[in-house]
């Protein structure tokens, strides 16, 4: 039975990193301008590229974090499965 959990996490893992490597794609592809031109408060199009760019990099990340988190959970369903006495597949 831990083995079937070991490959649900295994999954879920692989499609979070699937999906923080498209994220992260994505994030670098954004085009920032060329010249800054933004207003002295920080404001305009340089900034708003960069803000995009940023909010992109935060959700690869945290879908990094949970494929690292699945992929533990993949980990210790081997480990743990046995200790609790779960029956193997056949």
């Keep these: 039975m831990y083995e079937w959990w070991e490959a ?7 499609l979070a990193a699937a ?3 498209h994220l992260w794609f994505k994030a670098s592809n954004i085009k920032l301008p060329s010249a ?4 002295w ?16 990099t935060a ?3 945290i ?3 949970f494929a690292a988190l699945f992929q533990a ?9 046995p ?3 779960l029956p193997q597949s056949n």
């Design 8 to 14: 649900v996490f295994g999954t879920l893992s692989f």
């Design 73 to 81: 959970l993949a980990m210790a369903s081997k480990i743990i499965g």
């Design 59 to 61: 959700r690869a990340a």
């Design 41 to 56: 408060d920080g404001q305009g199009p340089f900034a708003d590229a960069l803000a995009k760019q940023s909010r992109i």
């Design 19 to 21: 999906f923080s490597a």
């Design 36 to 39: 800054t031109g933004d207003n």
């Design 83 to 85: 200790l609790m006495g």
């Design 63 to 65: 879908a990094a974090a």
